[in-house]
């Protein structure tokens, strides 16, 4: 009974009884991810794998040395690969994607090993992020700023797990194959070498560039932080794989394709531009950044996607100053790729699947955990955050009382989840600031 007593007062006097409550509701969020994935394919069926049939295919004929704006234009196919409907990737892509999937493969073997990279990469992270956890004691029972009891591993180790595949958008990084997938993660592993190993880090985001719509913002986060040697290694290297490309389509067909950039860029921006953003085919998946519901007003995508650009760069500019002002963990890369991760929703053209890129936002309300006063209301905001930034709240949960147009639901998401990152900064600022005061008593 005494033991009983001790133990009861322990909980009382520490915040133990929050932090497992903490750790449950993370479980949570991760349990609505994994309903969510079984439900859809419940519904769905097999899954679809188009855009890796898609990249495959421009991988493949790409590897072959073959022109694909030649071969889209001319309408050219190769029985054993299929045809190719447009251009979709960047001149340094057309070789170092096929280290992703790998055109000179038979189509199926390709895709497993897709699929296999993706779930190495996967488990990469949550390995990185665990380490991360352990090495900053970012779960901890305290009494007031005194550690007095490290919560197991076991419960750490639960927690990356739930954050790893909390969001919703894994549905869908798993039913289309998009590369954009292992590109998101790359950009997130390369947060962990930036300090020691930057070469890595470079390698990491170069081959995240492969869509620059998710590296290159990461990229800019770089050089507003003074990494000048990991931003213009990355840049000299993207420039370098440019130039063996277009040298091996030369050497293997002599025909020169430097004007695909263009023309891959336009193909993308400018191919639904004169779509009705009512009619279906603009339902589920076109999204050029956070100003696409202007499409409505006429606006073409164009200039929807320089708006969405423009204000990204702005809006991170602004929040690196805020940080590296206030103090607020600004020489910690896991945390500013993670405040990152959620501007390459609002900057830029994306698929769904490739917001994947929130798990490392994650781990930046775990952060948030770790410098609250841990009472209940601080259990039920990080609840509200991780539910905003995984759980698709227009794109699914709204979407289902059928109030609103779907169309813009990315952008709605997306903007929700933008206010959530400013109010969550601002959080963990107040947080960090109250820590010292306490410390300095």
């Known amino acids: 009974m005494l033991l009983v007593a001790r133990e009861i007062i322990f909980i009382m006097k520490t915040n133990k009884k929050q932090t497992y409550l903490f750790v449950i509701m993370v479980i949570a969020i991760a349990l609505l991810g994994i309903f969510h994935f079984v439900g859809k394919r419940f519904i769905h069926g097999a899954l679809w794998t188009g855009d890796c049939n898609t990249y495959w ?6 590897i072959r040395g073959y022109n694909l704006k030649n071969v889209s234009k001319y309408n050219l196919v190769i029985d054993s690969i299929g045809e190719v409907s447009g251009s979709i990737m960047m001149p340094w892509a057309r070789l170092i994607g096929n280290l992703l999937i790998p055109g000179f493969l038979p189509y199926k073997i390709a895709c497993v090993y897709y699929y296999s990279l993706m779930m190495v990469c996967t488990l990469l992270l949550a390995k990185k992020i665990y380490e991360y956890f352990v090495k900053n004691e970012v779960i901890k029972i305290t009494d007031g700023s005194t550690v007095v009891e490290k919560i197991s591993n076991v419960c750490i180790l639960l927690v990356t797990i739930s954050i790893t595949i909390a969001p919703f958008y894994w549905e869908d990084a798993f039913n289309v194959g998009n590369i954009g997938n292992v590109c998101s993660l790359c950009a997130l592993l390369a947060a962990f ?108 995508n164009i200039i929807v996607s320089i708006l969405s650009a423009l204000l990204g760069i702005l809006i991170l500019f602004l929040i690196v100053r805020y940080i590296e002002k206030n103090q607020v963990l600004s020489d910690d890369y896991i945390f500013l790729f993670g405040i990152t991760s959620i501007i390459c929703m609002v900057w830029a053209y994306k698929s769904i699947s490739d917001e994947i890129i929130v798990i490392l936002m994650n781990v930046v309300i775990i952060l948030l955990w770790k410098y609250s006063s841990k009472n209940i209301s601080d259990v039920l905001l990080i609840f509200i955050a991780l539910f905003i930034f995984n759980c698709e709240v227009f794109r699914f949960w709204i979407k289902q009382l059928g109030i609103y147009d779907f169309v813009y639901a990315d952008s709605y998401d997306v903007l929700l989840c933008l206010i959530c990152l400013i109010l969550t900064i601002y959080r963990l600022k107040k947080c960090i600031c109250n820590r010292k005061n306490q410390d300095n008593l």
């Not at 295919?57 to 790409?62: C, R, T, V």
């Not at 067909?253 to 191919?271: E, F």
């Open 57 to 62: 295919k421009q991988l493949a004929y790409s």
């Open 193 to 300: 070498y930036i300090e020691d190993k930057p070469n890595i880090a470079s390698a990491l985001l170069v081959i995240s560039c492969i869509k620059p719509q998710i590296g290159a913002i990461f990229l800019v986060l770089l050089f507003f932080k003074r990494k000048y040697r990991i931003v213009f290694g990355s840049g000299i290297a993207l420039v370098v794989l440019s130039i063996i490309s277009e040298l091996y389509t030369f050497i293997m067909t002599k025909a020169r394709n430097i004007s695909y950039v263009s023309d891959g860029m336009t193909s993308i921006l400018t191919g639904y531009m004169n779509t009705d953003p009512s009619s279906e085919d603009m339902k589920w998946h076109y999204y050029f950044g956070i100003f696409t519901p202007l499409n409505g007003y006429g606006v073409s």
